[in-house]
């Protein structure tokens, strides 16, 4: 545009130049036309002046003393001025060149006629001024013809002016008028053009804030190019952020997600699905309390209520609900927007941390019932007996000392059965896996458990089995003794208790079946859990358990790449374990 503008100011300059030229030269030519005129004026009435004093020569012996020859002379002078005057007119200077020599002819003829006149010769007299007169006529002639001439150059030069005038004050209005109509269009192209570029620059600003695509960078190296260039970079570097901290908020553990102002979800991160088994889109939309338990829900809408109030709370608990139907613990911390008006919220899973609380409470429970009880029993044993009120011979000494012995077994049980723990924990058990004989399993077992089955008078059957499995045998005792104990444990006595097998696809199912009380169903899920066991009575001489053997036994079966569980109604119950089977192939 600026281009344009600058070809068109040079157009109307350089056409203003080339009439100022042509002007001066018209004003040249003409004050030079004017000058030509007036010589040939001076010639004219020269050439009269000298025809009238060369007459009144004729009574003037002393010509050479009169005027006349101051005439002639001037004559001579001007027809030098005009040829020099039209040196760059050839056929001019020619036309005056000829009425020299006219000129210079008549006055030849005027000396002969004085000198006809002096010497009397009349007839030579008057023939030389019939000469005289037709060379008079003739340079009058010419003379007339070259000044009508001269005049109309000079007119015609004259009329010229007057048009390159009216030329020029045309071209002065033309290009007055094309310029401002050219400043106005450059004006209203540029002022177009920046509202285009500035208007590209806030449709930016919007998609930026919309997170859409930004329209292409400007062209050129202005200011609003530039500054649409650094509005680019600064897009990316935001863009940047951005993605950096989606990637935060994508891989954390912890629930992110942000409420509206009537607590329903609008953004949340993946960790929804580890954590509740529901895609973020799943959730979005959806109330937060719908996802509480019946229990919860009066406090989390109280608790989102006062951090919508402005009252500032520390980080509070919930139990929200999982889509398999369980749940979840959650220390939730939130915040408050007035700006956005949504809360954002991190909820944090505390589900194993409120486990391991519990579990170090039954642990607890568990050290002062099954430890600390019966230190205290055999310590008042060990001082009734030092104090010598009991004997060692006598009835209740012996029955005294046998209930120390007792619990000094129970506890070296239970520290054995933690020991045993602490090696699954740590992930520290070594297996000798093998193929062994399920028979030799069952028998070994059997005969581990026979002489506590014959003192609670349980009968123990078993069939006969030729399937083989890939098991460390001497864990796989372990786990058999442990179903076979507490099956004898809690059978009424006179019942039986019966071990049999069976294949199942690739694995071996062995099953311990019991007739004793079942097993609710609440506890058929806890059973295998530490310190966890089935609240059913059973007789006071029977030695309690720790609650660790099931745990041990589902340890040591997963490590085989097995599975455990159990199947009761109201009446008995099935303890059942499946190991992979040994290829036959072998």
């Keep these: ?116 006149w002096f010497y009397g010769q009349v007839k030579k007299y008057h023939g030389y001024l019939k000469d005289v007169g037709r060379v008079s006529d003739l340079c009058t002639e010419r003379s007339n013809k070259l000044l009508d001439q001269f005049t109309k150059t000079q007119q015609d030069n004259y009329r010229e002016q007057i048009q390159s005038r009216e030329h020029l004050s045309l071209l002065l209005f033309t290009g007055l008028l094309i310029n401002i109509s050219t400043a106005l269009i450059v004006a209203y192209l540029f002022t177009a053009s920046i509202a285009r570029r500035l208007e590209q620059i806030g449709k930016n600003s919007i998609r930026l804030a919309s997170g859409e695509q930004l329209l292409p960078a400007l062209p050129g190296s202005d200011e609003i190019a530039s500054l649409d260039k650094e509005f680019h970079a600064m897009a990316g570097a935001l863009k940047e952020a951005a993605r950096k901290e989606r990637a935060v908020v994508d891989n954390a553990l912890d629930l992110i997600c942000s409420l509206d102002a009537d607590c329903m979800f609008l953004m949340v991160n993946p960790a929804s699905q580890a954590i509740l088994g529901y895609e973020p889109k799943q959730l979005i939309g959806e109330f937060f309390v719908n996802f509480v338990i019946e229990e919860d829900r009066q406090r989390a809408s109280s608790s989102l209520q006062s951090l919508r109030d402005g009252i500032a709370i520390g980080p509070f608990e919930n139990t929200m609900l999982k889509s398999d139907g369980g749940t979840v613990n959650m220390l939730i911390s939130a915040h408050w927007s007035d700006d956005d008006k949504s809360m954002f919220c991190v909820m944090h899973d505390i589900t194993q941390r409120r486990e391991m609380e519990r579990m170090k409470q039954q642990f607890i429970a568990m050290i002062t019932h099954d430890l600390r009880s019966p230190l205290t029993a055999i310590g008042g044993t060990l001082q009734l007996l030092s104090a010598g009120i009991y004997s060692s011979d006598s009835d209740t000494g012996k029955e005294r000392i046998g209930e120390a012995t007792q619990n000094t077994e129970r506890m070296l049980k239970l520290i054995s059965d933690l020991l045993e723990m602490e090696k699954f924990d740590a992930t520290t058990l070594t297996l000798s896996i093998g193929d062994i004989s399920l028979s030799s399993v069952i028998y070994e077992s059997i005969g581990s458990v026979r002489s506590y089955a014959e003192q609670q008078n349980i009968e123990l059957k078993s069939s006969a089995t030729d399937i083989k499995v890939e098991a460390d045998k001497l864990r796989m005792v372990q786990v058999l003794v442990n179903l076979l104990t507490n099956a004898i444990k809690f059978s009424a006595p006179g019942s039986a208790v019966e071990v049999n097998c069976s294949e199942v696809e690739k694995f071996a199912r062995i099953r311990v079946i019991n007739r004793g009380k079942g097993i609710s169903p609440e506890e058929q899920e806890l059973i295998f859990e530490p310190f966890k066991q089935a609240k059913r009575k059973v007789s006071d001489t029977r030695l309690e358990g720790t609650g660790l053997g099931l745990a041990i036994c589902k340890s040591i079966v997963e490590a085989h790449h097995g599975k455990i569980g159990v199947v009761s109604g109201d009446t008995g119950s099935t303890f059942w374990v499946e190991i992979p089977i040994a290829d036959k192939s072998k």
């Design 1 to 116: 545009m600026l281009s344009l503008t600058l070809l068109v100011q040079m157009a109307f300059i350089g056409s203003l130049a080339v009439m100022q030229k042509t002007a001066e030269k018209q004003i040249e030519d003409g004050l030079h036309g004017q000058l030509i005129v007036s010589h040939m004026t001076k010639v004219s009435n020269l050439w009269s002046k000298i025809a009238v004093e060369s007459v009144r020569v004729l009574s003037h012996p002393d010509f050479e003393e009169s005027s006349a020859s101051q005439y002639v002379k001037e004559i001579h002078e001007e027809f030098a001025t005009l040829i020099q005057l039209l040196e760059s007119s050839p056929s001019e200077q020619a036309s005056i060149k000829t009425l020299q020599n006219d000129t210079d002819e008549g006055l030849s003829i005027l000396g002969k006629a004085r000198d006809a």
